[in-house]
């Protein structure tokens, strides 16, 4: 078998489009633009980057865009303050915590002052909450978790009665992938450092979601032969044969897993993109929240 190739960068790009048109629309009729707020706190280089092609995307669909940059040895007090300055501003929608935060900082307590409709990144406990909880829908889900679910979707993935494993148990990917799994009633299984017979327990999945930042570690044996696989990783591994002296890879040994798979992302081109295009989805649906709120 050889896997059928998911396109991220083409689904991301579709997703964009319909962001850019939609936020036109609203311009033609006179509505406000939606605003986003990412606020990075130091110097983490990655971060940087993130955070920078945030704002570029905002800008390309028409999203009015801020960035709020605190210094590494910002006080917790000093960043709620200016959370709580951008829960006032009526020209942004979504607030966008840059994470890992500084360890000094409390993180579970920054991101509870972001306001609740304005909770883009969907970090906020009670969003997060009501993602865990059986018939409830939380205001915005993760961007990267959702958008492994878009890709899931157009892949073509049976959901319902699937066994779903997901490798890793972070706040802002495997355990948000795997309350979306259950919320779309696959019997999900989550993996990390300390599970016994791992590749014992990919084997069984009918969908396979790597999210444990371990370069090409998932083999060929450990999937189930026409598993759709989904590969959040992006690993940067030394090749002394790219110009760059690296490249990047993500947690599943691509060539070889796309031997047994019938579906799977690549990396880079798979979920990357979709972190993006799902954030500027969640801005947009924030304006439009907002905008029934001034309607009251
Ligand atoms: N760090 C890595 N991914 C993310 C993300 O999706 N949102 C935020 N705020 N920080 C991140």
Same mark, same amino acid.
């Given at each position: 078998?050889?896997?059928?190739?998911?396109?991220?960068?083409?689904?991301?790009?579709?997703?964009r489009?319909?962001v850019k048109?939609?936020v036109a629309?609203?311009?033609?009729?006179?509505?406000?633009v939606p605003g986003l707020?990412t606020?990075?706190?130091?110097?983490?280089?990655?971060?940087?980057?993130?955070v920078r092609n945030k704002q570029k995307a905002c800008a390309e669909v028409g999203i009015h865009s801020i960035g709020?940059?605190?210094?590494?040895? =910002? &006080?917790?007090?000093?960043?709620?303050?200016?959370? !709580?300055? @951008?829960?006032?501003?009526?020209?942004?929608?979504?607030? *966008? %915590?840059?994470?890992?935060?500084?360890?000094?900082?409390?993180?579970?307590?920054?991101?509870?002052?972001?306001?609740?409709?304005?909770?883009?990144?969907?970090?906020?406990?009670?969003?997060?909450?009501?993602?865990?909880?059986?018939?409830?829908?939380?205001?915005?889900?993760?961007?990267?978790?959702?958008?492994?679910?878009?890709?899931?979707?157009?892949?073509?993935?049976?959901?319902?009665?699937?066994?779903?494993?997901?490798?890793?148990?972070?706040?802002?990917?495997?355990?948000?992938?795997?309350?979306?799994?259950?919320?779309?009633? =696959? &019997?999900?299984?989550?993996?990390?450092?300390?599970? !016994?017979? @791992?590749?014992?327990?990919?084997?069984?999945?009918?969908? *396979? %979601?790597?999210?444990?930042?371990?370069?090409?570690?998932?083999?060929?044996?450990?999937?189930?032969?026409?598993?759709?696989?989904?590969?959040?990783?992006?690993?940067?591994?030394?090749?002394?044969?790219?110009?760059?002296?690296?490249?990047?890879?993500?947690?599943?040994?691509?060539?070889?897993?796309?031997?047994?798979?019938?579906?799977?992302?690549?990396?880079?081109?798979?979920?990357?993109?979709?972190?993006i295009?799902?954030l500027l989805?969640?801005t947009?649906?924030?304006?439009?929240?907002?905008?029934?709120?001034?309607?009251?």
């Amino acid at each position: 078998m050889t896997a059928t190739i998911i396109d991220g960068k083409q689904i991301a790009a579709e997703t964009r489009e319909k962001v850019k048109e939609a936020v036109a629309l609203r311009v033609s009729k006179g509505l406000p633009v939606p605003g986003l707020a990412t606020v990075l706190v130091g110097e983490n280089p990655a971060s940087k980057v993130y955070v920078r092609n945030k704002q570029k995307a905002c800008a390309e669909v028409g999203i009015h865009s801020i960035g709020v940059e605190l210094p590494g040895d =910002a &006080t917790q007090e000093q960043v709620e303050a200016k959370v !709580r300055e @951008l829960n006032e501003d009526p020209t942004i929608n979504g607030i *966008l %915590v840059q994470l890992p935060l500084p360890a000094h900082l409390d993180e579970e307590k920054i991101l509870a002052t972001i306001q609740l409709g304005k909770d883009v990144d969907g970090f906020h406990p009670i969003n997060i909450g009501r993602l865990a909880q059986k018939g409830r829908t939380p205001l915005f889900v993760p961007c990267t978790p959702a958008g492994v679910m878009v890709l899931l979707e157009r892949a073509g993935a049976k959901l319902a009665g699937a066994n779903a494993v997901v490798l890793g148990r972070s706040n802002i990917v495997g355990m948000p992938v795997a309350l979306l799994l259950v919320k779309a009633n =696959a &019997t999900v299984t989550i993996c990390h450092s300390r599970t !016994r017979d @791992l590749a014992g327990v990919c084997r069984q999945a009918d969908v *396979l %979601v790597a999210a444990i930042g371990q370069p090409e570690m998932v083999k060929k044996d450990w999937i189930k032969p026409g598993a759709v696989v989904i590969d959040v990783g992006i690993n940067r591994i030394e090749d002394p044969t790219s110009p760059k002296g690296s490249r990047l890879v993500g947690d599943v040994a691509y060539e070889e897993a796309a031997e047994v798979a019938s579906a799977i992302t690549p990396v880079p081109g798979g979920v990357g993109p979709m972190t993006i295009a799902l954030l500027l989805q969640n801005t947009l649906h924030a304006r439009e929240l907002a905008d029934l709120n001034t309607q009251k």
